[in-house]
């Protein structure tokens, strides 16, 4: 008769996994169901049960190391703390690394990165130091770290309005527009997230221009 508490109870956990909602707790909530199960079906002699009730437990078990994995917080260095709290604080620690690996530093110095009328094929976040902002030879607007380069053209898939010179030591990371606009069709949250702050800093940009 103890036998078959074990197969109710297992039944009993399968019912509770599909009343969570947190992934974790389901897989282990099933894992359990699925081993109490397998161990009824041991006692009862059925052998062939026993070893699917086993390839459902370890296919539980890696996603709950997998899942456990992913939700360890990840070490942002400081020096791109506030860039991750200030720009990218709708991202998790996991996503914001990730999206930021994929970039370059470089420097620039009294230089100009982009000219008027040029299709840009790359996205800026300056780091430290300044661009100038120019059309027709007039100064529209300066920026500094933590603000955009050409995200109107990974946006609009326009080519640049205006000609961006950079200031002495000026430095930045920048990402190939070609892998970001592949987070549309692979990770389409995350591309949502990145469109809503190129969106925001346009926008305060449009606000601060002369």
């Given amino acids: 008769m103890s036998d078959y508490y074990l197969q109710h109870l297992g039944y009993i956990f399968t019912f509770l996994a599909l009343t969570i909602k947190d992934v974790l707790w389901l897989r282990i909530i099933l894992a359990i169901a699925q081993i109490l199960l397998g161990i009824y079906q041991f006692f ?3 052998m062939d049960i026993v070893i699917w009730n086993g390839i459902f437990t370890i296919v539980n078990i890696y996603h709950i190391i997998k899942i456990i ?7 942002i260095p400081n020096e791109i703390q506030d860039i991750y709290n200030n720009i990218f604080n709708n991202f998790t620690d996991r996503e914001f690394m990730n999206f930021w690996n994929l970039g370059e530093y470089a420097t620039s110095s009294n230089t100009i990165l982009i000219k008027e009328g040029e299709k840009q094929k790359s996205l800026y976040l300056i780091l430290n130091g300044r661009v100038t902002v120019k059309r027709n030879n007039k100064i529209l607007n300066t920026l500094k770290r933590g603000k955009f380069i050409a995200e109107m053209s990974l946006i609009t898939n326009e080519p640049a309005n205006a000609d961006i010179y950079s200031n002495h030591n000026m430095k930045y990371i920048v990402w190939k527009q070609d892998e970001l606009k592949h987070f549309e069709k692979t990770n389409k ?7 809503n702050i190129l969106s925001k800093d346009l926008i305060e940009k449009i606000k601060t221009t002369k």
């Fill in 189 to 195: 949250d995350l591309w949502i997230k990145l469109h």
């Fill in 69 to 75: 994995h992913s939700r360890k917080p990840i070490y």
């Fill in 44 to 46: 009862v002699g059925r």
